[in-house]
């Protein structure tokens, strides 16, 4: 199993954009699903957006905010996060499956996982 490096993350103000990273080495990284997922402390983890070999899916919040996209030649996923606000202010991981996911929205379906990269955004 591969692994996911994080990164990107940091303090914006509102209305702000970052975009993160998320580097995949040892895996076969055009097969993978892979997704972004976040969580705060004492809040459970929530989806934000996955992409495949096929199309991106967004939670309702990211979709018209966010931009998931892949790089294979360079086996690195990122995220553009525009117009951000302090309730995005969360850690950020990045999840990976081979193969395709039947909801990639899920974070069960997916087995690897990332440390981690934190976005803090003030209002």
């Known amino acids: 199993q591969g692994q996911l490096a994080e990164s990107g993350g940091g303090s914006v103000q509102s209305g702000g954009s970052l975009r993160l990273s998320c580097e995949a080495s040892?895996?076969?990284?055009?097969?993978?699903?892979m997704g972004w997922f976040r969580q705060a402390p004492d809040k459970e983890r929530e989806a934000v957006a996955s992409?495949?070999?096929?199309?991106?899916t967004y939670a309702v919040f990211a979709k018209d905010r966010f931009i998931i996209s892949k790089d294979n030649a360079k086996n690195v996923l990122y995220m553009q996060m525009n117009n951000l606000k302090p309730e995005d202010t969360d850690r950020y991981y990045c999840?990976?499956?081979?193969?395709?996911?039947?909801?990639?929205?899920?974070?069960?379906?997916?087995?690897?996982w990332g440390q981690g990269t934190q976005v803090t955004v003030s209002s």
């Open positions: 999840a990976a499956r081979h193969g395709t996911a039947p909801s990639p929205l899920d974070e069960d379906n997916y087995n690897n």
């Open positions: 040892g895996h076969i990284y055009s097969s993978l699903t």
């Open positions: 992409i495949d070999s096929l199309e991106p």
